[in-house]
């Protein structure tokens, strides 16, 4: 089997309202990371404050104070300065985000499945959760 070395990756923006994200989310995180799910390969606290001004902070600067001391970034620096202003735009005055790559573990598993048998992962398309959900919902509701 072809073993690549990194996977998919996804980037999330997670907004929330202040600076700190709360507990529950915080829990998820910690246990998608524990697990064989996902890895993080980045992340960043993006702030913007009611004047609009833009701040960042690094995992080094908060990984202590959100209690990921046991999390090792596989690869710090991915997410950039182009990534912070592209999705940064989207973060309310006064909120702010957690920008994260997460590496898809299963899907490296499956790409590399594929690619050892000569196939070519040509796209993927991704549904929202609540996209799903609604759509579900709703199809549910008509029968």
């Given at each position: 089997m072809a073993e690549f070395?990194?996977?998919?990756?996804?980037?999330?923006?997670?907004?929330?309202?202040?600076?700190r994200l709360d507990d529950a989310t915080l829990e998820a995180l910690g246990e998608l990371m524990i697990g064989e799910a996902v890895r993080l390969l980045d992340m960043l606290i993006v702030s913007r404050g009611d004047?609009?001004?833009v701040t960042v902070r690094e995992f080094e600067e908060f990984?202590?104070?959100?209690?990921?001391?046991?999390?090792?970034?596989?690869?710090?620096?991915?997410?950039?300065?182009?990534?912070?202003?592209?999705?940064?735009a989207s973060i309310?005055?006064?909120?702010?985000?957690?920008?994260?790559a997460l590496e898809l573990l299963f899907?490296?598993?499956?790409?590399?499945?594929?690619?050892?048998?000569?196939?070519e992962v040509l796209q993927v398309e991704r549904i929202p959760a609540q996209v799903v959900?609604?759509?579900?919902?709703?199809a549910s509701d008509e029968e």
């Amino acid at each position: 089997m072809a073993e690549f070395e990194y996977g998919p990756v996804d980037i999330y923006l997670i907004a929330f309202p202040g600076s700190r994200l709360d507990d529950a989310t915080l829990e998820a995180l910690g246990e998608l990371m524990i697990g064989e799910a996902v890895r993080l390969l980045d992340m960043l606290i993006v702030s913007r404050g009611d004047d609009g001004e833009v701040t960042v902070r690094e995992f080094e600067e908060f990984r202590d104070e959100y209690g990921f001391t046991v999390v090792e970034l596989e690869a710090s620096g991915l997410l950039g300065d182009e990534d912070v202003e592209e999705l940064g735009a989207s973060i309310p005055p006064g909120s702010s985000g957690a920008l994260l790559a997460l590496e898809l573990l299963f899907a490296k598993r499956l790409a590399s499945s594929f690619a050892a048998s000569g196939g070519e992962v040509l796209q993927v398309e991704r549904i929202p959760a609540q996209v799903v959900n609604d759509v579900l919902a709703e199809a549910s509701d008509e029968e």
